[in-house]
């Protein structure tokens, strides 16, 4: 089994202060997409704290933090790939990438409706495979 990760690859630290929405950041050991920040000014006696909305991308569960501005946070490697379904079984399927020539077997979305030869859009976070729909 491949591990479609190259070993330069490795995630980054954001200052809580800098994250937007859309971005990607680990929370909870999970990869959320941020719906919403937003900060406090600071007071009297502290930093500004920013207090962040996200949404895990794999499990779908809404995450709340809130941290102080100058914190640091990891934004996981996010590569966005195509690859085309050589083989499906029910929801399982292998899928060539397009770039590598590499197979690896995934799970579909029970909503996704395709066939043999057809592409795919997926992206790899942390060696999880998330198949994000058709080409």
């Avoid at 966005?80 to 020539?101: F, L, P």
Wanted: include cysteine.
């Amino acid at each position: 089994m491949s591990t479609w990760r190259c070993s330069t690859d490795m995630p980054k630290q954001i200052e809580a202060s800098s994250v937007r929405s859309g971005s990607m950041v680990m929370i909870e050991g999970e990869p959320c997409e941020v719906r919403s920040m937003s900060k406090s000014s600071p007071g009297k006696h502290g930093s500004a704290k920013c207090k962040i909305k996200a949404r895990g991308i794999f499990d779908g569960k809404d995450r709340h933090i809130t941290k102080p501005g100058d914190s640091t946070m990891i934004s996981p490697d996010v590569d966005k790939k195509e690859g085309q379904i050589v083989s499906k079984d029910s929801n399982i399927a292998q899928v060539m990438d397009m770039d590598t020539y590499e197979t690896e077997e995934m799970e579909l979305p029970e909503d996704l409706d395709v066939g043999e030869g057809e592409n795919i859009k997926f992206w790899v976070v942390d060696d999880r495979v998330l198949v994000k729909g058709k080409k």
